[in-house]
């Protein structure tokens, strides 16, 4: 059984962790389709933070992860027919937008398995991002300010 699943993966967490071991007791085979800084640009407000080739080589030192592959357009069904999945791995916010509908067409179709995850609530690179920045706001301004 090959399980397949995307993100951005910057600034790798314990919520990633959490996410790639669980994707892993699904199946046999973890794939990893981790976002070009492009296709980040067209749903996130900012770009990653660590490049593509590093987030892939830091998921690849992953015990869990078997196979990491970037995907530079934001459309999951080629990545599914790539690795020829069998169970498609979702976060909670999984929406309506037209590559998620499609992606989930094909599946059905092909009688494949979506599997929706909820997110670990302990951490994101969001917020890492936004403490790291407050923290280093913090010492910029002078004590006597």
């Given amino acids: 059984m090959i ?7 910057d600034l790798l967490h314990v919520g990633h962790l959490a996410l790639l071991n669980h ?26 933070v660590v490049p593509l080739e590093q987030r892939m080589e830091m998921l690849r030192a992953l015990r869990c992860v078997d196979i990491v592959r970037p995907y530079h357009e934001l459309e999951y069904v080629s990545g599914c027919k790539a690795v020829n999945v069998d169970t498609f ?15 989930n067409a094909y599946l059905r179709e092909m009688g494949k398995e979506i599997v929706q995850v909820t997110y670990n609530p302990r951490t994101s690179s969001t917020k890492i991002k936004q403490m790291v920045l407050a923290q280093s706001r913090a010492k910029a301004t002078p004590s006597w300010a």
């Avoid at 399980?3 to 993966?9: E, L, P, S």
């Avoid at 791995?89 to 992606?103: F, T, Y």
């Fill in 3 to 9: 399980v397949y699943t995307v993100g951005t993966f």
């Fill in 23 to 48: 994707c892993k007791t699904l199946g046999d085979v973890l794939v990893v389709g981790v976002a070009s800084d492009e296709v980040v640009n067209l749903y996130k407000p900012n770009v990653p």
């Fill in 89 to 103: 791995v979702v976060g909670e916010d999984w929406g309506n937008k037209s590559h998620n509908l499609d992606v």
